[in-house]
Each structure stands twice: as structure tokens, then as C-alpha cells.
């Protein structure tokens, strides 16, 4: 079993276009898109890339996740706490019951590490 990866098949996979689960647009008309670009032996994780435009979504969500953003600026404000402005270079962990906004007030590229 081999037990390291580069990840850098990314344009070797067709991206999930959809909105992901427990994601809703609330402002403007934001797309993103999730590249899935492992997941790991056990089936516990998975690793890869999300872009998203502008606007801003309303996020629930029901796994750990960190994030390593690339590109971009986010404002996260939980539904009851105050905002946290992520840029890039910033990373960051959201916790699985996080709910709350995103919004996109430039154009995002992340690495993502969640645990399923």
C-alpha cells in the first residue's frame, strides 16, 4: 500500500460543479467548483481543491474540515459570532456544526483536508 501522494492531478478530474451539500446561495450568483484529488486509505479523509466566484452562501456544516486558502478573500461570520476575514496565504479550521456565511469578496482557490 503506497502511503504518499503528490497531488497534482487536478486537471485530470472533472471538477463537482453542484453546490455541495448544506451550501446555499443567499447573495448574488456565486459558483464553485470542488475537485476531489484523494482520499485516503482508510476512507476517513479527503484532500483537494474548491474555487468559488463572488456572492455569498449560507453553509452548515456536518465535517471537520481545514482549509489552506491560495487565492482570494473570504468574510466567514457565524451565525452567532462576529466575521473573520480570511486572505490568502491564510489557514484556517471549521468545525464540524459550524453554520454561518461565506462571502466571497474575491475570487477563491483552497486546499481542503476533510474528515468524513
Known amino acids: 500500500m503506497d502511503h ?33 484529488m484523494r482520499t485516503s486509505n482508510d476512507g476517513s479523509m479527503i484532500s483537494g481543491v474548491w474555487t468559488a466566484t463572488l456572492g455569498t452562501y449560507h453553509a452548515v456544516y456536518a465535517e471537520y474540515e481545514f482549509v489552506h486558502l491560495i487565492e482570494g478573500s473570504i468574510t466567514i461570520t457565524p451565525d452567532d459570532g462576529e466575521p473573520l476575514i480570511m486572505s490568502a496565504g491564510d489557514a484556517f479550521v471549521v468545525e464540524a456544526g459550524f453554520s454561518g456565511t461565506w462571502e466571497i469578496t474575491e475570487p477563491v482557490v483552497k486546499h481542503f483536508d476533510i474528515k468524513l
Open 4 to 36: 504518499l501522494f503528490k497531488l497534482d492531478n487536478q486537471h485530470d478530474i472533472e471538477p463537482i460543479t453542484e453546490d455541495l451539500d448544506g451550501w446555499k446561495v443567499i447573495e448574488g450568483q456565486p459558483t464553485m467548483k470542488t475537485w476531489i
